[in-house]
């Protein structure tokens, strides 16, 4: 497989506590012990930062069923565009990611695709309907590394109780969608000045918020690990907070989109846009929500008790998109834009560089327990994976989501300035992005 | 539209000599039309207008200033006349094509436009969402593209889903009126409400507007409270909170400081809310709001928000009673009521086709 030297990079890998500069050789698809020997091919990272490969615990790759939205191909390719190794696919697929011959299908073809590493999530019920578990030890055989009816929460109280003391057998975690339906039902976006500005149904934040309370109990009670997937308010990470202060196994993420955008975004649109916009682009599950919630994510990211970051990658086609909004698919495209809207966080002030790498790494890869699947993973301490990225925290550049790898061209961030850049990503030993031309076309068309 | 079209008046032969055409026959009401000193040629008048209408589309009051409401309710003084003539036809419009879209069930509003349209002069199509290629799974955009590439100049649409207009008016040139989108807004609802209380009550600067019932599923009151807002009325919001929008009465402080709509005073008694109002406004109860659980049952809105002749009496002497329609007589206002003679509900329908024709008429001279 040969060796590859990465010279002269700020080395952050938040899991040793490591920010320095320091030279990292992969040799056979591991972190070598030594960087001192020669390798066959070195990457110049002087001024780059470099850090372990990121961690995407959440991100639908629409394959198989939806192939016109993203293939497993191209979403890796998103991936690694953005500086992932490592993609927790999400079970919404078509069929549903509900038993073993989906699983293995997954796995082979991101094999094939040979770019970054999937860890499939199993359904928890069958077909996601809600209805029937699926057969989470099996699909736990097959590979899924967690269970999810991701798109649909499970809203049956009894059945997510015993989904979490079913999967605790598993040494497995259920991720829930939080979204009360009763509550939920018909809303477009969130309830606030905003919807009523629109004329759009609102979902309130309560609609999350009673479920997120409702499984944290449940964790309590079953002794099981419930993660909360992209919580996106105020209460809901308050609920969190006193879990695990009790003790409860719950965990969280949240995603980029909900650390920068409110719903206003779905009234003002990109930049030159008119107004009202009903950008369908910003409407997304949950939804963008009031600058308070907003403020409060971004507050529990920098103090841990949101533990990660997750893109929730939701790529659509365009017609998905291109429509009222009340009839638009919910979903952002976020693998290629992840990285620099949580740079905005450390830009201003309120984020260490260290806990947004961290957030990206061993946080997600922590909090399912991943180190069992892929031993290493979120570190490049030696003998870990020679999973990498190297990136310009300083470079600054347009989102365009044509240039995007990702078939989903749908982001509410097109046109905006942003800073930090990938610049090149190693999954398993091997060069998988190399935006080395890329970046210095950028560079040189502003100078230019 | 391209203002110096406008200023340069002799860009559109057809518009320049519909005003005059106008104008002509009806002497002193060219001045109303076109917003001029009286005497003013047509090429004066159009240099006129030009600094007082500059949409495209209309798709809500939102983005009207006082100048161009009024602009648009003078114009409709001009209609009015037109519509009181033996022969109600004028060839303002001759060689324009107007269609009317609607995703939605619609009486006065289609009826009103088509009738808008006709009497200008212009060639009305009416395209229904049932028995057209809508049916087919036709998306909006690529029905409008088709529209347009048929000839239609002026677009008319009602959509059951908020801010469809919006999508419309992206994807094509022609200019897209909305007819009521979701919950939107209902910009022409709106101006003839303006128009009926200005034309009884003259000046709204400081009337006091009592809006009473389903405000949160509602586009008329959206673009109601726009509409007065800025004439300068004041609008008070009367509802069982469960049929008040979210984040109402309360100011957002943002950095365009933008608010969910203009200030409103929410006045949750009825007896108050209408005590020494100008103008009564009542709205259509849905009936399918009371499977939500929003209320109870008509019987308790009717008893508690309904407008009887009772409550009327709190209001001003002159107040006047409106309904947007269709009416639910016995539910949200008692049938006394709706034939009294403060109520001018029907001649908020007849003002419908003047201020429609008035809004043709100002977007065709562009389009």
Redesign the interface.
């Known amino acids: 497989m040969g060796s590859l030297l990465i010279h002269g990079a700020r080395l952050i890998d938040p899991a040793r506590g490591v920010d320095r500069v320091e030279d990292v050789r992969f040799v056979d698809g591991r972190v070598a012990a030594n960087a001192g020997e020669p390798a066959d091919r070195v990457l110049d990272g002087v001024g780059l930062v470099l850090a372990p490969g990121f961690v995407d615990l959440h991100c639908h790759l629409r394959e198989p069923g939806q192939e016109y939205k993203e293939t497993i191909h191209s979403g890796l390719a998103a991936a690694v565009h953005g500086g992932f190794t490592t993609v927790c696919a999400m079970p919404n697929t078509e069929p549903a990611t509900d038993n073993r011959s989906v699983v293995e299908y997954v796995l082979r073809t991101a094999r094939a695709a040979g770019l970054a590493r999937v860890l499939p999530i199993g359904a928890v019920t069958l077909g996601r309907s809600g209805k029937q578990l699926a057969e989470l030890a099996e699909l736990a055989e097959a590979g899924c590394v967690a269970f999810s009816d991701d798109g649909s929460p499970v809203a049956d109280a009894e059945l997510m109780r015993r989904a979490l003391e079913y999967a605790s057998g598993l040494g497995l975690a259920v991720i829930n969608h939080c979204e009360e339906p009763s509550l939920a039902k018909g809303g477009v976006m969130h309830e606030g000045w905003v919807c009523t500005r629109l004329g759009l149904k609102g979902q309130p934040a309560a609609a999350e918020e009673v479920m997120v309370a409702r499984d944290c109990q449940l964790a309590a009670l079953t002794g099981g690990h419930v993660h909360i997937a992209h919580v996106s308010t105020a209460g809901a990470i308050e609920a969190v907070l006193a879990a695990k202060a009790r003790g409860a196994q719950v965990t969280c993420e949240v995603t980029p989109h909900h650390l920068t955008l409110t719903d206003e975004a779905a009234l003002y649109g990109p930049p030159g846009s008119p107004v009202p916009a009903y950008d369908t682009a910003a409407r997304v599950n949950p939804p963008l929500r009031g600058t308070t919630d907003r403020y409060a994510c971004r507050l529990a990211l920098a103090d841990g008790t949101i533990d990660c970051v997750a893109t929730d990658h939701a790529p659509h086609a365009l017609t998905d998109k291109e429509c009222e909004f009340d009839q638009a698919a919910p979903g952002i495209s976020g693998l290629e834009t992840a990285l620099p809207l949580l740079l905005e966080l450390v830009q201003a002030g309120e984020l260490p560089l260290a806990r947004a790498v961290e957030a990206l790494t061993i946080a997600p890869a922590r909090a399912l327990g991943l180190d069992r699947f892929v031993p290493g993973i979120g570190t490049l301490a030696p003998g870990a994976p020679a999973d990498a990225v190297l990136f310009d925290p300083d470079a600054e550049w347009i989102v365009d989501p044509r240039e995007f790898a990702s078939l989903g061209k749908n982001t509410p961030f097109r046109g905006r300035r942003v800073r930090g850049r990938v610049i090149a990503t190693v999954c398993d030993g091997t060069l998988v992005y190399d935006g080395y031309e890329a970046a210095a076309a950028v560079t040189a068309g502003r100078s230019g | 539209m391209a203002r110096d079209d406008l200023q340069t008046a002799p860009v559109n032969g057809a518009a320049r000599s519909s005003g005059a055409v106008i104008a002509a026959e009806h002497g002193t009401r060219s001045s109303a039309i076109a917003g001029a000193e009286p005497g003013a040629g047509a090429r004066g008048a159009a240099q006129a207008a030009a600094g007082r209408w500059l949409h495209h589309h209309v798709l809500d009051l939102?983005d009207f200033s006082r100048d161009e409401i009024e602009y648009v309710l003078e114009t409709t003084d001009a209609m009015r006349e037109v519509l009181a003539r033996d022969v109600p036809r004028v060839p303002a419009l001759r060689g324009t094509t107007v269609a009317t879209l609607f995703y939605e069930a619609s009486t006065r509003t289609r009826a009103s436009f088509e009738l808008a349209g006709k009497v200008l002069g212009a060639d009305v199509i009416n395209v229904s969402a049932s028995g057209s290629s809508v049916e087919k799974g036709e998306?909006?955009?690529d029905t409008v593209r088709t529209l347009r590439a048929i000839g239609v100049n002026i677009l008319v649409m009602r959509?059951k889903?908020?801010?469809?207009p919006?999508?419309a008016a992206a994807h094509t040139d022609a200019a897209v009126l909305n007819g009521g989108?979701?919950?939107?807004?209902h910009p022409t609802q709106a101006l003839l409400d303006l128009y009926t209380m200005q034309s009884r009550l003259g000046s709204l600067r400081g009337r006091r507007v009592a809006i009473v019932g389903d405000i949160a599923h509602s586009?008329v009151a959206?673009s109601d409270i726009w509409g007065l807002s800025v004439m300068g009325a004041e609008v008070v919001l009367c509802a069982p909170p469960t049929l008040l929008?979210?984040?109402?009465g309360?100011r957002?402080q943002?950095e365009?400081e933008?608010?969910?709509?203009p200030g409103v005073t929410i006045e949750p008694q009825i007896e108050r809310a209408l005590r020494g109002a100008d103008v009564v406004m009542t709205l259509r109860l849905q009936h399918e709001r009371m499977h939500s659980g929003l209320l109870p049952s008509l019987r308790e809105y009717s008893r508690r928000y309904g407008i009887t002749s009772e409550r009327v009496a709190l209001a001003a002497p002159h107040a006047l009673v409106m309904h947007p329609g269709p009416m639910n007589e016995g539910v949200e206002i008692a049938p006394d009521v709706a034939r009294s003679v403060q109520s001018v509900i029907e001649e908020q329908v007849t003002n419908g086709v003047a201020v429609r024709m008035a809004l043709l008429y100002l977007i065709g001279r562009g389009a």
Do not use: K
């Open positions: 939102d998306s909006l955009v959509h889903s908020s801010g469809a919006y999508l989108d979701g919950w939107h807004a586009r959206r929008p979210a984040g109402l309360r957002v943002t365009q933008e608010v969910a709509l």
